[in-house]
């Protein structure tokens, strides 16, 4: 119809493939491109540094080779944003970051910033988090966090 300005779609599904190697983390942040405009500018920082974790995680300890491929899925809709990292590395059992560390933070990080997040191992070890996209979902009942799938 001539004068309608056409809303962007509600639910959208993005999957892109990296090398396992430290360039994915930079490159990883830009599957987020174009997400700005949907999500509010904290609710955007908090699913960048999320996503920039766990694909450090995934890079540094997956046990991945250099040449592995990591799978990165972005899904959006009205009410959520989910963020998938998918290796095909070993996995690992992060210790419990404790006051001092440098280092080790990173799924804590997630945990504090996301209303979710988890890990499925099988068939290949894949880390979520979700993050509430609207004010209303903001407020509602968070799941339990880091619910784990072994």
């Known amino acids: 119809m001539p004068g309608r300005t056409q809303t962007p779609p509600l639910d959208e599904n993005r999957t892109f493939t990296f090398r396992s190697r430290p360039e994915a983390v930079s490159a990883a942040r830009r599957a ?6 949907r999500l509010d500018a904290p609710t955007f920082y908090d699913a960048s540094l ?21 799978e990165l899925r972005v899904t959006i809709d009205h009410d959520n944003l989910r963020v998938t990292v998918i290796d095909h590395g070993s996995g690992f059992d992060p210790p419990k970051p404790v006051s001092g ?9 997630v945990d504090r910033l996301s ?9 290949h070890t894949a880390v979520w988090f979700e993050i509430r996209t609207s004010v209303e979902a903001q ?4 799941p339990a966090r880091s619910s784990t799938t072994a």
Do not use: Q
Not at 32 to 37: A, N, S
Not at 101 to 109: A, K, M, N, Q, R
Not at 115 to 123: D, I, M, S, Y
Not at 139 to 142: D, Q
């Open 32 to 37: 987020l491109d174009g997400l700005e405009d």
């Open 50 to 70: 999320c996503l920039s974790e766990l694909v450090t995680n995934a890079v540094l300890h997956s046990g991945a080779g250099s040449e592995d491929e990591l």
């Open 101 to 109: 560390d440098e280092s080790g933070w990173g799924l804590y990080i």
């Open 115 to 123: 209303n979710a997040w988890g890990v499925e191992r099988e068939p």
């Open 139 to 142: 407020h509602e009942t968070a």
